[in-house]
Each structure stands twice: as C-alpha cells, then as structure tokens.
C-alpha cells in the first residue's frame, strides 16, 4: 500500500505531536502515521490526500484554502531540493531513518520551510523544531 500525501504534508508531518485542525484532521494523521511507521511508501499527489481527502463535506475544510495549492508546490521544490536528483518525487518512495533525520534537520535551519509562511502553525512548529522534535508522533524503524 501506498500513503498519499500533498507536499506540504510531508512536512507537517515532521512536527507532528497530536494536534490539527479537527478531531476528525487529527484521526486521519494518526492512520497516516502509523502506515507510514509500518514502512508504507509516500505518493506526492496534488490535490486532498489520505489525510484530507476523507474531510471533504467538513465545513470549510482546509484543503480547500486558496494557499494550499501554493504551499505544496513550494515544499515539493524544497524537498526535490533536498533530497537531490536521485530521488524522483513523481514516484513512490521509503521514508527511512536517515530521510527523515535530513527532513528534520533542514526544517529546522528553514531550508526547506517556504511552504510555511503565513501558516496559522508556524509557531507550533518552530517550538517543536526548537525542542529536537520531541513529542512528535513519526518515528521510522531501521530496516
Ligand atoms: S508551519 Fe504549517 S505548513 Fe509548515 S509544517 Fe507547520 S503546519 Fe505544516
């Protein structure tokens, strides 16, 4: 099975400690990151995904945000960035142990934080950047 994931999700999910925008946002993360614990591959979609996708009929739900589409575009250039030209973003791929420590690294110097700006989280999000990520829900186990 496959996760699929709107770019800027994938780096919500590097700060993720249990909180969004819903009880309903926050049951779909949990899936999500227990399928991905569990060594499922990340489809980059555009468009609702796996953990927006089931929220549709929610009022004003928040995929549906002017910005949003603007917000993935710019983490998906920031993660290509990152992760270089081996790793082809319109295919699946693993998040392992050392993917994910160089995500986590790079949100926090802000290199790959362009996504973020004007986002009503950003200040969760520094704080639990600033704290080493403790608390947060994702973990990777090594192969
Ligand atoms: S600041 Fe917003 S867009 Fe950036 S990781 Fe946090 S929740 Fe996601």
Request: net charge negative; with cysteine; glycine share 6%.
């Amino acid at each position: 099975m496959t996760v699929e994931l709107r770019a800027h999700h994938l780096l919500c999910m590097l700060t993720y400690i249990g909180r969004g925008y819903t009880p309903a946002f926050v049951a779909n993360y949990e899936v999500v990151i227990a399928r991905l614990a569990a060594g499922e591959q990340i489809a980059l979609i555009d468009g609702p995904d796996d953990i927006c996708a089931p929220l549709l009929n929610e009022d004003a739900p928040h995929c549906h945000n002017d910005r949003v589409p603007e917000r993935d575009r710019l983490a998906r250039l920031a993660v290509a960035d990152l992760l270089g030209p081996a790793t082809d973003l319109a295919q699946p791929f693993r998040l392992d142990q050392t993917t994910l420590a160089g995500l986590r690294s790079a949100f926090s110097t802000g290199q790959i934080r362009s996504a973020c700006a004007g986002c009503e989280w950003s200040e969760l999000c520094d704080s639990v950047a600033k704290s080493g990520y403790s608390g947060t829900k994702l973990t990777i186990q090594a192969c």
